[in-house]
């Protein structure tokens, strides 16, 4: 079993930057692939990047390449969403979510586990 839990969302100007944190529970998070998925009002989620689980490897999505950085702390079971250059259209609840499989994957249906998320808000 992993809990997680997102924390550092809020609100910020267009063109700011905001760091969100995902710490995990348990012992096996170093295997985990660990994603990173938004819902913004009125649309479906999405997918938005997620980390392999020694670190080595990122995927992004399109909205988010160039923007947004993922990394991972295994020492301290989190994993981080460095998030630049924030636009209104990256207003979301962000979540992130653990892989037991090979991963790493933009399929929300291949987590296993899910944290509560964490709002940000884009103002113009």
């Known amino acids: 079993q992993v809990q997680l839990v997102e ?3 809020g609100s910020v100007q267009a063109g700011g ?3 969100l944190s995902c710490a995990a529970s348990g012992r096996t998070f170093s ?3 660990m994603g990173w998925f938004r819902r913004a009002p009125r649309k479906e989620r999405e997918f938005v990047g997620v980390i392999k689980w020694n670190g080595g490897t990122t995927y992004y999505a399109d909205s988010a390449r160039g923007r947004f950085t993922i990394s991972r702390d295994n020492a301290k079971n989190t ?3 460095q998030m630049n250059s924030l636009k209104p259209e990256d207003t979301a609840v962000y979540y ?3 892989d ?3 991963g790493p994957t933009g399929r929300a249906n291949d987590y296993d586990y899910w944290g509560q998320g964490t709002q940000v808000t884009v103002s113009q």
Do not use: E, K
């Open 17 to 19: 930057s905001l760091r």
């Open 100 to 102: 037991s499989t090979a």
């Open 79 to 81: 994993v981080y969403l």
């Open 7 to 9: 924390s550092g969302g």
């Open 96 to 98: 992130c979510a653990a």
């Open 31 to 33: 295997s985990y692939a």
